[in-house]
């Protein structure tokens, strides 16, 4: 009986050197990128050919395009590139150091918040959190150039590709008055306006394009005069009787030195030719790598649900005279 050849399969030198002439156009910049000669590419492309016993290149093209069995090499040696990267990355963490640091980025709420939980919670485990604080839009720029391992954002899309955004809960926004500002009934926010000013979170913040755009939904034409980044100034503005803010419960949270001077009413509090506003929330996504971190973002996620729904948020509707369930929404799945 015959004994038949053991199939031969490329190594990954040739996948990669394949996948960058289809990315970059052609053997000449393929050649560029990976830091060998034009004829060093031709003849992987070559051996290519010989082991898959077909054409790769149109080569009767200029510059020669891939043919259509090409184009499927490209498509499944992308795939088995990538998951090897993954392989690599995987084995390479078993072998690192025990404690490992991740970097765990979230937004000023949060982190004033919950972010001594998380700490808590870790501590003692195998995963040393390094806890950083900021703007979403910033946020989401450093966890998509690898400076964040994980974020705590109010993003729920990213353009990025590999990384996976998972909801943690939802949260109401309210309008916060001066204590001491007495109204026998609200009607629209642009009334309430002429008696008192808004003061603003900044357009460059994802919570100031959200109010700004429900004001907008509603025909809220406002004089934008005080604006901040952060809630702890803009608080004490309102604490002191200065004018009003539309804000949310764990912003509150952060800076509740201010809230025995305040007073928070609901959106449907508010109405225009009859009809009450309608509320509207932002929500919390727990942003991390795909295949990377192994169970932690999962553990994470979990951690952080039960700590809000459980403790944080009756915590917070108990220090604001609220129902729970006016503070913690119930989640939309």
């Given at each position: 009986?015959?004994?038949?050849?053991?199939e031969q399969y490329p190594?990954?030198?040739?996948?990669?050197?394949?996948?960058?002439?289809?990315?970059?156009?052609?053997?000449?910049?393929?050649?560029?990128?990976?830091?060998?000669?034009?004829?060093?590419?031709?003849?992987?492309?070559?051996?290519?050919?010989?082991?898959?016993?077909?054409?790769?290149?149109?080569?009767?093209?200029?510059?020669?395009?891939?043919?259509?069995?090409?184009?499927?090499?490209?498509?499944h040696a992308t795939v088995?590139?990538?998951?090897?990267?993954?392989?690599?990355?995987?084995?390479?963490?078993?072998?690192?150091?025990?404690?490992?640091?991740?970097?765990?980025?979230?937004?000023?709420?949060?982190?004033?918040?919950?972010?001594?939980?998380?700490?808590?919670?870790?501590?003692?485990?195998?995963?040393?959190?390094?806890?950083?604080?900021?703007?979403?839009?910033?946020?989401?720029?450093?966890?998509?150039?690898?400076?964040?391992?994980?974020?705590?954002?109010?993003?729920?899309?990213?353009?990025?590709?590999?990384?996976?955004?998972?909801?943690?809960?939802?949260?109401?926004?309210?309008?916060?008055?001066?204590?001491?500002?007495?109204?026998?009934?609200?009607?629209?926010?642009?009334?309430?306006?002429?008696?008192?000013?808004?003061?603003?979170?900044?357009?460059?913040?994802?919570?100031?394009?959200?109010?700004?755009?429900?004001?907008?939904?509603?025909?809220?034409?406002?004089?934008?005069?005080?604006?901040?980044?952060?809630?702890?100034?803009?608080?004490?503005?309102?604490?002191?009787?200065?004018?009003?803010?539309?804000?949310?419960?764990?912003?509150?949270?952060?800076?509740?030195?201010?809230?025995?001077?305040?007073?928070?009413?609901?959106?449907?509090?508010?109405?225009?030719?009859?009809?009450?506003?309608?509320?509207?929330?932002?929500?919390?996504?727990?942003?991390?790598?795909?295949?990377?971190?192994?169970?932690?973002?999962?553990?994470?996620?979990?951690?952080?649900?039960?700590?809000?729904?459980?403790?944080?948020?009756?915590?917070?509707?108990?220090?604001?005279?609220?129902?729970?369930?006016?503070?913690?929404?119930?989640?939309?799945?």
């Open positions: 009986m015959k004994e038949t050849a053991p190594d990954w030198d040739l996948l990669a050197s394949w996948v960058a002439v289809v990315e970059a156009g052609s053997i000449s910049d393929a050649a560029n990128r990976l830091a060998i000669s034009q004829a060093g590419v031709s003849q992987r492309i070559k051996a290519l050919e010989s082991i898959l016993d077909t054409t790769l290149l149109d080569r009767a093209t200029r510059p020669a395009r891939p043919t259509a069995a090409g184009q499927r090499l490209f498509e088995l590139l990538q998951a090897a990267d993954q392989m690599v990355e995987s084995v390479r963490n078993v072998t690192r150091a025990k404690r490992v640091v991740v970097r765990l980025g979230c937004v000023d709420s949060f982190a004033a918040t919950i972010g001594p939980i998380i700490i808590k919670a870790l501590a003692g485990t195998s995963h040393q959190i390094r806890l950083w604080s900021g703007i979403t839009p910033t946020l989401d720029g450093q966890l998509e150039a690898r400076q964040l391992d994980m974020a705590v954002t109010t993003t729920g899309l990213s353009q990025a590709p590999g990384i996976r955004r998972r909801k943690l809960f939802s949260e109401p926004y309210f309008v916060v008055l001066p204590k001491s500002f007495e109204v026998d009934r609200f009607t629209t926010i642009a009334e309430l306006s002429r008696h008192l000013q808004l003061i603003r979170y900044s357009a460059r913040s994802v919570i100031g394009q959200h109010v700004d755009a429900y004001l907008a939904s509603n025909a809220e034409n406002i004089e934008r005069t005080c604006e901040f980044d952060a809630t702890d100034p803009m608080l004490s503005l309102v604490a002191a009787g200065l004018g009003f803010a539309i804000t949310t419960p764990l912003c509150l949270w952060q800076s509740r030195h201010y809230v025995p001077d305040v007073r928070v009413v609901p959106l449907s509090s508010f109405s225009r030719h009859g009809r009450v506003y309608q509320a509207f929330s932002r929500s919390f996504y727990l942003s991390y790598r795909e295949n990377e971190l192994g169970n932690l973002p999962t553990e994470l996620h979990d951690l952080l649900r039960r700590a809000y729904e459980r403790q944080i948020s009756r915590d917070i509707a108990q220090a604001l005279a609220l129902p729970h369930e006016e503070v913690c929404l119930p989640d939309e799945k």
